[in-house]
């Protein structure tokens, strides 16, 4: 059989991704090849000396180039951006001449995230809508949840994933839309180790000597560690490698999440660990408004102020559940690394 060729977009859930791959044990993954989409020189020695393809790209609008690098491989899994439609149209676009000129099975593996079925507490962008616990195996209910929310306030990570359900069924290509919560915990990839927000607040906190958060922090946040996250796009690459049943399409949404956290408590353990490292000047915690926050981030849009940084969002994991996907870090384990992330975020900062 041919070696079935993959091709990865991203730095940090891709790079974790990629050093999972190749310490993977798996036979069918050890038979594929690899390559990289990437912008950078260093990026693409690194890589190179792991023994990956790299192919270089000018960024996200680098339409042709993404597109035919999409056409030479079989599996594309993109982790870059969950927020640009245009990037995974491209992606889907190239597999599917692929497809037509080759008659082969491809398939694409796209990044998303959870806030794409956040409420709106504040804004009240969403009438209604309470962001109870949505399971990726009512389909009917996740795609709906998806149309609903964006037609009320058009969400570029939402636009995306439609966007890659109406591309993926028009190009006939195999769609698989892993949607992830916060990620937390260091990655053993080659390039930046930290993702996700606690960084960020971090970050934030360390300029005011405080940490702080939006509304009344009792909106609820789910998470998983990023070695967790990983092993969902190893075991989803596997099942389409070795030919078994892997949803697509609308039934291809998965969700990924092991825990949740309210920003509350989020908040108070960043301020609690960040005075104890003598990195802030107080424990208590600070409250912004939507709009204080979206002037201290330097964001325009408060609509993603609110979703990113106050809202609730809910969902359960059962198809990756029901493929054996058993996560290492059990629940609660976020609090472990809460010292630990900030060491790093000091030392990188130093
Ligand atoms: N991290 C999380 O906690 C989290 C949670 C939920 C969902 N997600 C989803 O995962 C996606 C990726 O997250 P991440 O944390 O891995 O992000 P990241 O570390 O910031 O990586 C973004 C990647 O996109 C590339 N990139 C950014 N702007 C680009 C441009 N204009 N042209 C070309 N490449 C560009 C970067 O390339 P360079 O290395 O060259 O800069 C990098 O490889 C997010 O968009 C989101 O949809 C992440």
Redesign the pocket.
């Known amino acids: 059989m041919a070696k079935k060729k993959i091709l990865l977009t991203?730095?940090?859930?891709a790079v974790q991704f990629i050093s999972a791959l190749i310490a993977s044990q798996a036979a069918s993954v050890k038979n594929a090849s690899i390559s990289v989409l990437?912008?950078?020189e260093e990026?693409a020695r690194v890589l190179q000396e792991k023994g990956l393809r790299t192919i270089n790209f000018k960024?996200?609008d680098d339409d042709s180039t993404i597109k035919k690098a999409a056409s030479e491989h079989d599996i594309v899994i993109n982790?870059?951006?969950?927020?640009e439609a245009g990037l995974a149209a491209s992606l889907i676009r190239g597999l599917g001449d692929r497809k037509n000129a080759l008659g082969v099975d491809v398939h694409y593996i796209h990044?998303?995230?959870t806030t794409n079925y956040a409420n709106s507490p504040t804004l009240n962008l969403y009438q209604g809508y309470a962001a109870a616990t949505i399971s990726d195996k009512a389909t009917t209910q996740v795609v709906s949840t998806l149309r609903q929310l964006n037609e009320a306030s058009p969400y570029a990570?939402r636009t995306t994933d439609l966007t890659v359900l109406a591309v993926g069924k028009e190009a006939g290509v195999n769609t698989h839309i892993i949607t992830?919560?916060?990620?937390f915990g260091f990655g053993t990839g080659f390039f930046?180790k930290l993702?996700?927000?606690l960084p960020i607040l971090m970050d934030e906190a360390l300029r005011a000597r405080q940490v702080w958060i939006v509304g009344d922090g009792v909106g609820v946040k789910q998470h998983i560690h990023v070695e967790d996250a990983a092993a969902v796009y190893e075991l989803v690459l596997k099942r389409v490698l070795e030919g078994l049943d892997v949803p697509s399409g609308k039934e291809g949404i998965m969700f990924v999440e092991n825990g949740s956290h309210s920003w509350n408590e989020a908040g108070e353990a960043l301020a609690k660990a960040g005075k104890s490292l003598g990195a802030l000047d107080t424990e208590q915690v600070k409250r912004l408004t939507l709009e204080e926050a979206a002037k201290t981030l330097g964001i325009d849009d408060i609509n993603y102020v609110e979703v990113a940084y106050a809202s609730t969002s809910r969902v359960s994991a059962e198809t990756a559940r029901s493929f054996k996907w058993q996560p290492k870090w059990p629940k609660g384990s976020i609090w472990e690394f809460i010292e630990p992330e900030w060491r790093a975020v000091l030392e990188e900062r130093k």
């Open positions: 991203g730095a940090t859930v990437v912008r950078g990026q960024g996200f982790t870059a951006s969950g927020f990044t998303s995230g990570q992830i919560p916060m990620l930046r993702s996700g927000q």
